[in-house]
């Protein structure tokens, strides 16, 4: 359990390590956290010729509100949301998150954007993002796109980066007052990796909701017009509409076979919308 | 049931006022150094010229090897089976009979029969660039079909992982006693039940150091190894060198468990590769190598049928159990330790007129199998456990009451059991009754009438067993394996100025020996445990031993130790009373110093005599001087049997299938405990274990042979927010055959947990018609069984 041989670099601002992407052509694997690429690299499950460390990009590491969302830099760390250290918009909804991710070793050094990169169906920040209804700006040294969190997840350990493509910086929508939160997750043990997470954010006052189900074999389930899980509409008796007859369709929709899976995924799915509505 | 309810059973310290003896709550002394991170494990040894050893490993579970590819640039880096002329397979032949003989050549040959498998052997001045040339090797294999269920395993037909058997079974054994006699019991429940495969998992995993000493002309291989005497005497086997040639040292190990308690191909093909190369060489595994590559353990399949009178007397019980062996016989504990031991053991603690259990031990392309912490135990205790409850629940009596009905009785003790297992001492059914009483069984029953506000569901379960420990030569002469233990010995020795050295085969790997064996030694001499060295763990320094394994190195080591230094304080009385000028009848040994009428003189005093002025001592002295060695055996070697009553509360999440434990009791009797502080560790770690088998680990395979749980992402083990705060209540009940009554306790621990929880699970769901009857018991095991349960439940209305 020894990683094959690769070359390193720490470039001190983002032109640089893009400049250190482009010109990989590919073989090239971003550092942050390493608390998913560390033991990937050790397992030899990626083989890459550059390791592009880039802990030392001080622009990455910003967090702001900005325009009534709230930027932050990939390299914010779980703890510095759980801690308090970023500015938040979702009225705690990021840090409560944040605090159950993994341990808390993993929480000092693992990173907002790494999370993403990584793009593991199991990870929080992919359902509860995708519930937040956040967007991702990546860059290339051809320029920036910005995508909805759902669009860039797109399979299991699949994003939507490109060759030479960074995640630079997470936006996430400020939670209206109206709006009620609720995550909940199972794990076979304290800081496991979830084997089936519920994100819903609702809004009983705009007949809105986001629904995310996550921690499934591809990208997790967003129902960005959720009013099919609440019996055609979103009211403030959302709880008492939820029907678990169509989330278990749309599980299955997506390919779980397995009836016990599927109802674990509906029960954690219902824990959330109770906790919403609480 | 609160915790100040507990009246824990403290021994007033026997040896007086230092209170250093048998029976004090010494902190550990060896924690000074291992609690400071300043241990020396192998991986720690640093050696001038070292290189590391990286191995090619077969990617298939069963395949013939038709080339292996080196690159031209590492010819001389990578070793086959082709280099090792000369080298011996390893072979643990039992001799039960009808054993069949597998042989493990240390580089594969011919075959590979298991994932991980040993190929080539690739060195490096690092591992990392060792495991850059393993990379490079490529397997030409054939694959062949994987026998990967033992249970298909014994079909006719199945592929075979030996062609020449023409079977997959290593041993079938048979123990019947009158089950015909069962068959009318108005109470009869049969199931299936079975045990996940399991990865020992100790903090450490296994490494190696081997070197080769041209002066002493001597091989020194430094291994993380339970029983160095015993690697000592396979090496030898297996290089055709004399042990005398050979010297194993086993540093600190950080952790054992039954998991370095074999032999290694790794071992003998490092101490070929040290010889051949002629610089020291180093192989560390690392935790892959441990969850796919290196032995697994209690994978078990029971079919069993319980019989009983209606008021819950047993009448019978009458089994069909199957041990997946996996593809080796492991040395030198054999590939049918496992199986055949249930046969010996499943009746337990209780009394029984009939009796049935016929025994295999199946082959299977997956690592072998090897004794973990309980043995066979666990599995034997979760199945009989289980069944009992069932009989509870048939005759309409709490699952405490029935035990109580059928437990062997303390006026019945000592008991020969209906296998001829003699039980020295001990009262199982008041264990028993102190469980019920400490979880408050009454309370459970209440709050479950009332259901809970969370929607969940609470359970309450028990399990006891009885565990045979330090059982010797009478017990293991019959299983005609290559490791027979004999009488233990031990060595002290008193230095020139009153400290004293103990040596001991036996080594300590987490069990606290070097605190231990110098509080026997202080018992008996009075010299101050701070003063006191255990040598272990290396065979130059040591007796032989067969090593620490089966419970039994407070009883054989401590038993060995207590002989040796009875002796030696024999001789330094004699020498004190002619210091004294006293009759050596008048003069006594207390406290460390030679007692007469007129004065008394220390032992630090006598020794300084011995050593420093002969010129003073009595002129028939004794010419041994103040080393002696000494052998021990317990009065009946037929083995101690400590036993242990748990008690668990669970409360089980239905629809998302997780268990929480909310309380947990034992209640256990190691007969009289040495060191009270070391025995609540061992029982702790024990129960970590325990609830990782009931709960969180399994190695499962798929149909290619394949381990699934590579990483411990994937290979759950509990971590100490799993662990609850367990309350421990001792009891003492000597044992007449050992010295001081001791009893071996280190594996009981990981026996009763897996059994107590799943009775709890079941006790939880079973008013809404769900059975678990199947370790680990996980979310979606209990989901699938709910949903099955619900299911059946509608088609019926």
Not at chain 1, 74 to 99: F, Y
Not at chain 1, 190 to 199: K, L, Y
Not at chain 2, 516 to 535: F, M, P, S, W
Not at chain 2, 588 to 608: C, F, K, M, P, T
Request: charged share 20%; hydrophobic share 40%.
């Amino acid at each position: 359990m020894k990683p094959a041989p690769f070359s390193y670099e720490r470039p001190r601002d983002l032109d640089a390590a893009l400049s250190m992407l482009a010109a990989s052509g590919g073989s090239a694997k971003i550092i942050a956290g390493g608390q998913s690429l560390g033991p990937m690299l050790n397992l030899r499950l990626v083989q890459p010729e550059l390791i592009v460390d880039i802990t030392g990009l001080a622009e990455l590491k910003r967090a702001e509100v900005s325009g009534g969302e709230l930027v932050l830099g990939a390299l914010v760390t779980h703890a510095d949301i759980e801690d308090g250290r970023t500015a938040d918009v979702t009225r705690g909804a990021m840090r409560g998150v944040a605090a159950n991710i993994a341990y808390r070793a993993v929480r000092n050094r693992g990173t907002i954007g790494g999370s993403l990169s990584h793009a593991d169906p199991a990870a929080d920040w992919v359902s509860a993002l995708a519930a937040l209804g956040a967007r991702v700006t990546l860059r290339s040294l051809a320029g920036a796109r910005t995508l909805a969190i759902e669009a860039f997840v797109i399979g299991a350990l699949e994003s939507a980066l490109h060759a030479g493509e960074i995640v630079e910086a997470i936006h996430v929508p400020a939670r209206p007052a109206s709006a009620h939160w609720g995550y909940a997750k199972s794990c076979r043990k304290t800081g496991e990796f979830a084997h089936a997470i519920g994100a819903v954010l609702i809004d009983p006052a705009a007949a809105s909701a986001r629904v995310v189900i996550g921690a499934i074999d591809t990208a997790p389930i967003v129902v960005t017009d959720a009013a099919g899980l609440f019996g055609g509409k979103i009211a403030t008796d959302y709880k008492q509409r939820f029907d678990t007859r169509v989330a278990d369709a749309l599980l299955a929709k997506a390919g779980i076979d397995d009836a016990a899976q599927r109802h674990i995924h509906v029960s954690v799915l219902k824990r959330a919308v109770e906790e919403a509505a609480a | 049931m609160k915790e100040d309810a507990f009246v824990r059973n403290e021994r007033e310290f026997p040896s007086g006022k230092s209170g250093q003896g048998v029976g004090a709550r010494l902190p550990r002394k060896e924690d000074d150094r291992l609690m400071r991170g300043r241990g020396q494990y192998v991986a720690d040894i640093r050696l001038a010229g070292l290189q590391d050893v990286a191995f090619v490993r077969s990617p298939m579970a069963h395949a013939r090897i038709r080339a292996i590819h080196v690159p031209q640039r590492y010819r001389d880096r990578v070793f086959t089976a082709a280099d090792l002329v000369g080298i011996k397979p390893i072979r643990a032949v039992s001799g039960l009979p009808g054993f069949k003989i597998s042989e493990q050549p240390v580089l594969a040959t011919g075959k590979v029969r298991q994932v991980g498998e040993l190929v080539a052997m690739c060195l490096a001045p690092t591992r990392a660039e060792a495991e850059d040339i393993a990379a490079s090797v490529t397997l030409d294999l054939e694959e062949l079909p994987a026998v990967y269920d033992m249970l298909k395993a014994r079909e006719p037909g199945s592929a075979l992982v030996h062609e020449h058997w023409g079977d997959n079974v290593f041993l079938e054994t048979n123990y019947e006693v009158d089950i015909s006699a069962a068959l009318d019991a108005p109470i009869r429940v049969t199931r299936e039940i079975s045990t996940a495969r399991q990865c020992m998992s100790p903090l450490e995993g296994r490494g190696v150091v081997a070197t080769f000493d041209a002066r002493l002309d001597q091989l020194t291989l430094h291994s993380a190894a339970q029983m160095p005497h015993i690697t000592r005497s396979g090496l030898a086997e297996c290089l055709g060198m004399e042990e005398g040639r050979i010297r194993v040292i086993s540093p600190d190990v950080g952790g054992g468990f039954g998991h370095k308690g074999i032999l290694l191909p790794e071992e003998v093909c490092l101490s070929w590769l040290t010889m051949r190369c002629g610089h020291p060489v180093r192989w560390t595994e690392d935790r892959r190598e441990h969850l796919v590559a290196s032995s697994n353990c209690r994978e078990h399949h029971y079919r069993i049928t319980v019989y009983a009178d209606s008021d819950g007397t047993l009448r019978g019980i009458d089994c069909e159990a199957t041990v997946d062996s996996g593809a080796y016989s492991s040395y030198p504990f054999s590939a049918c330790l496992e199986a055949a031991q249930v046969a010996s053991i499943l009746p337990g603690p209780y009394k029984m007129p009939a009796y049935r259990c016929r025994t295999f031990s199946v082959a299977t392309n997956k690592c072998p199998i090897l004794p973990y912490r309980g043995v066979a135990r666990t599995g034997v205790c979760f199945a009989l456990e289980l069944m009992l409850d069932l009989v509870a629940a048939e005759a309409g009596l709490e699952p405490g009451e029935v035990r109580l009905r059928n437990l062997v009785r303390p006026e019945q003790m000592p008991f020969d059991n209906i296998t001829k297992k003699h039980f020295d001492s001990g009262d199982y059914p008041e264990a028993m009754r102190r469980a019920l009483a400490a979880i408050g069984i009454e309370s459970i029953r209440a709050r479950q009438s009332q259901g809970e506000a969370d929607g969940r569901r609470i359970g309450v379960g028990v399990s006891i067993y009885c565990e045979q420990a330090a059982h010797g030569t009478s017990v293991y002469s019959g299983w005609g394996i290559p490791m027979v233990p004999g009488h233990e010995q031990a060595s002290a020795r008193l230095t020139p100025d009153g400290g004293l050295e103990l040596r001991v085969g036996v080594h300590s790997h987490g069990q606290g020996m070097e605190t231990t064996l110098a509080q026997v030694a202080h018992e008996i001499l009075g010299v101050d445990v701070a003063k006191i060295r255990i040598i272990l763990g290396d065979t130059a320094m040591t007796p032989y031993s067969t090593g620490t394994w089966g419970s039994r190195s407070m009883v054989m080591a401590g038993g060995a130790v207590a002989t040796a230094c009875r002796e030696l304080g024999e001789r330094a009385r004699r020498i004190g009373a002619k210091l004294l000028q006293h009759d050596p009848a008048s003069v006594v040994l207390q406290d460390g110093e030679v007692r007469g009428v007129n004065g008394s003189v220390s032992i630090q005093a006598i020794a300084h005599t011995w050593y420093r002025r002969p010129q003073d001592l009595p002129a028939d002295v004794d010419p041994g001087g103040l080393e002696v060695t000494q052998g021990y055996k317990p009065v009946r070697d037929s083995g101690t049997f400590s036993y242990a009553a748990h008690a668990a509360v669970v409360a089980v999440d239905p629809d998302l299938g997780e268990v929480e434990i909310l309380d947990y009791v034992i209640v256990e009797d190691g007969g009289v405990l040495v060191n009270p502080l070391v025995v609540d560790g061992q029982i702790y770690g024990g129960l970590a274990q325990g609830i990782g088998t009931a709960l969180y680990e399994e190695m499962p395979f798929d149909a290619s042979g394949q381990p699934l749980a590579t990483t411990l992402a994937d290979y759950l083990l509990p971590g100490p927010t799993e662990v609850p705060a367990a309350r421990l209540d001792h009891m003492e009940t000597p044992s007449p055959y050992t010295q001081f009554g001791v009893k071996g306790i280190g594996e009981g621990g990981a026996i009763a947990p897996p059994a107590a929880i799943a009775n709890a699970v079941n006790d939880a769901l079973r008013p809404i018609g769900v059975e678990l009857m199947q370790s680990p018991i996980t979310p979606h095991r209990v989901v699938e069984a709910v949903l099955a349960a619900r299911a059946t439940e509608r088609s019926a209305a």
